[in-house]
């Protein structure tokens, strides 16, 4: 049984930067599409980006773009998601998700997988 813990959220002005990591336990993560979901107060689940297993294709949410990045150390069987440049919009709840092959990058509903959750706040 794959188990997923995400660390490193908190309260950060805006402008600033958070490094999200999320650790696996059970399973190697070299062989899932791992992604990272955000939900903010009142909103549906979002993706925000993902990597796949084959060459590490990357995926981003366009709210994202050029502030956020993926990646993946495969001696830890970590995946973090840097973010800089945070807007008080990036504000929520993160939580990463694991999946096999196939999975659509965006869509909770494929992944199987999924860490607790960790807070960041984007917040003067």
């Known amino acids: 049984q794959l188990q997923l813990v995400e660390s490193g959220g908190g309260l950060v002005q805006p402008g600033g930067s958070l490094r999200l990591a999320c650790v696996a336990s059970g399973w190697r993560l070299d062989y899932y599409t791992v992604g990272w979901f955000r939900q903010a107060p009142g909103k549906d689940r979002e993706g925000i980006s993902c990597i796949i297993s084959s060459f590490d294709t990357t995926y981003y949410a366009d709210s994202v773009k050029g502030r956020f990045n993926i990646s993946r150390e495969y001696g830890t069987n970590t995946v973090y998601l840097q973010m800089n440049s945070l807007k008080p919009e990036d504000t929520g709840v993160y939580y990463c998700?694991?999946?096999?092959?196939?999975?659509?990058?965006?869509?909770?509903?494929?992944?199987?997988?999924w860490g607790q959750g960790t807070q960041v706040t984007v917040s003067s």
């Open positions: 998700a694991a999946g096999p092959y196939g999975t659509r990058w965006n869509e909770a509903g494929d992944y199987d997988y």
